[in-house]
């Protein structure tokens, strides 16, 4: 409870940052020609001074591919989320802190053999449970394990709260009504994987009408979110849904009528 007064007090309007981008270094859909797509997720938040990078993709040479083609100094990174220990959230992790070990790391949960090698390469590690501040306006849900542990990203605007999931294993309805428990404003937009989508039109139906409840603005289904369930997040979204795929880049300006 105190970590969400501190949290609605401190923020509860959202600050600026004089310049908010999200690129997408790493996704199953193609996007930028030349960037590759491939089974996984990375993208990488700038907010203001802050660099964060969530997630690291599957294949380290596919996302080092990726980030040349990008034009992304590893070296300015200073911040990385896994959002959970699957390979095609992780994969990338080791090779990338090899090339910037100064970064810290923020896991959901570790494994004794993860230890070893950040011990073996110094890396500053965290394993966060709680819902934490990591930066000027950004914040994690904390561990929604139910089985998989997984976190997510809140990123707190003039906008409203931009949320970044990873496959979203805990339900991406209940991370959305987790970071509104936290943070106390509307959802301007949430991407990410929406894992485990319903079969049935009827269930896909339930879904959105939750996403409209939550107050949910845009929408942007990424990596494993699958092809039925973009459509029907588009068809419901319109041109508040927003296609993702390896080389996008979303800029968000400070205004709060965008
Ligand atoms: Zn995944
Ligand atoms: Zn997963």
């Given at each position: ?25 790493y996704d199953n859909s ?7 797509a491939d089974w996984g997720f ?15 993709g599957k294949d380290?040479?596919i ?24 390979e095609d959230?992780?994969g ?131 990596h494993c ?34």
């Amino acid at each position: 409870m105190i970590i969400v007064l501190v949290i609605f007090c401190v923020w509860g309007a959202g600050p600026s940052y004089g310049g908010l981008s999200i690129t997408v270094v790493y996704d199953n859909s193609p996007y930028l020609e030349g960037a590759t797509a491939d089974w996984g997720f990375s993208c990488l938040v700038k907010a203001g001074r802050e660099k964060i990078l969530f997630d690291t993709g599957k294949d380290s040479s596919i996302f080092f591919s990726n980030i040349t083609k990008l034009g992304i100094d590893l070296k300015t990174i200073n911040t990385i989320v896994i959002s959970h220990l699957h390979e095609d959230h992780f994969g990338g992790l080791f090779p990338i802190m090899e090339k910037q070990p100064k970064a810290t790391v923020f896991l959901p949960t570790s494994t004794p053999e993860m230890q070893v090698q950040f011990q073996a390469l110094k890396i500053r590690n965290i394993t966060v449970e709680k819902p934490i501040q990591i930066g000027k306006g950004l914040f994690l849900t904390g561990d929604m394990g139910t089985g998989i542990n997984e976190q997510a990203l809140i990123i707190n605007t003039p906008l409203g709260l931009i949320i970044i999931a990873g496959c979203s294993h805990p339900g991406i309805t209940n991370i959305i009504s987790k970071a509104k428990g936290l943070i106390h404003r509307p959802v301007y937009l949430v991407i990410g994987g929406f894992h485990s989508m319903p079969e049935t039109t009827e269930g896909m139906f339930e879904v959105i009408e939750k996403f409209r409840s939550l107050g949910v603005r845009k929408v942007g289904p990424a990596h494993c979110t699958d092809e039925k369930a973009k459509a029907f997040f588009k068809a419901a979204y319109g041109k508040n849904y927003i296609s993702i795929g390896a080389g996008k880049t979303l800029n968000f300006s400070n205004k709060k009528n965008e």
